[in-house]
T-cell receptor, first 112, second 115 residues
Framework: KQEVTQIPAALSVPEGENLVLNCSFT??????LQWFRQDPGKGLTSLLL?????REQTSGRLNASLDKSSGRSTLYIAASQPGDSATYLC???????????FGTGTRLTVIP | DTGVSQDPRHKITKRGQNVTFRCDPI?????LYWYRQTLGQGPEFLTY????????KSRLLSDRFSAERPKGSFSTLEIQRTEQGDSAMYLC?????????????FGPGTRLTVL
């Protein structure tokens, strides 16, 4: 079974800092990996999807990388803003399955 | 709004009652998923439909849970004889036809509270 781990569980940074969120997964034969954002009490918003043939994907101030061989992905947020405060979830499928396995998330607080 | 929609957004019920949730996926997405999320945890997979066929079910989906997608469009998730342990956020997601990126898009969720 795919297991996804996210470190750290919580992170607090001052506005303007660059930061990195980490995700590791056990089944490296994945075809993609998704990063999501979740605001308190809300659903999930898809931020980035990296396909297995890609090593990086960028959207605005966000950059996600994927290293299948080591079972790791990172989400880099540049020039953090208070509006970035949320929980960030990493999710990956398992070989032969369509559903996603999620980590428990990193709760980010950006202090003005 | 062409995103995934869920109804109701909140449901409070008494233990032992039955509840039903609805999910409308993004139009033309033929794959639909149900997940459950408890406080402080990531979502956990419940079941998956491709068109109207229910192709995968998690062990979390006990006999009290049933899901349908009768015409391959919207889906319903019913919980019979609710228990306090069923209190959670129930999330629906959809993704396009196989062969693409299989990016999953989530709805706002239905928060269930069982008293």
């Amino acid at each position: 079974k795919q297991e996804v781990t996210q470190i750290p569980a919580a992170l607090s940074v001052p506005e303007g800092e660059n930061l990195v969120l980490n995700c590791s997964f056990t089944d490296s034969a994945i075809y993609n990996l998704q990063w999501f954002r979740q605001d308190p009490g809300k659903g999930l918003t898809s931020l980035l999807l990296i396909q297995s043939s890609q090593r990086e994907q960028t959207s605005g101030r966000l950059n996600a990388s994927l290293d299948k061989s080591s079972g790791r992905s990172t989400l880099y947020i540049a020039a953090s803003q208070p509006g970035d405060s949320a929980t960030y979830l990493c999710a990956a499928p398992q070989t032969g399955a369509n559903n996603l396995f999620f980590g428990t998330g990193t709760r980010l607080t950006v202090i003005p | 709004d062409t995103g995934v929609s869920q109804d109701p957004r909140h449901k409070i019920t008494k233990r032992g009652q039955n509840v039903t949730f609805r999910c409308d996926p993004i139009s033309e997405h033929n794959r639909l998923y149900w997940y459950r999320q408890t406080l402080g945890q990531g979502p956990e997979f419940l079941t998956y439909f491709q068109n109207e066929a229910q192709l995968e079910k998690s062990r979390l989906l006990s006999d009290r849970f049933s899901a349908e997608r009768p015409k391959g469009s919207f889906s319903t998730l019913e919980i019979q004889r609710t228990e306090q342990g069923d209190s959670a956020m129930y999330l629906c997601a959809s993704s396009p036809r196989p062969g693409g990126k299989n990016e999953q898009f989530f709805g706002p969720g239905t928060r269930l509270t069982v008293l």
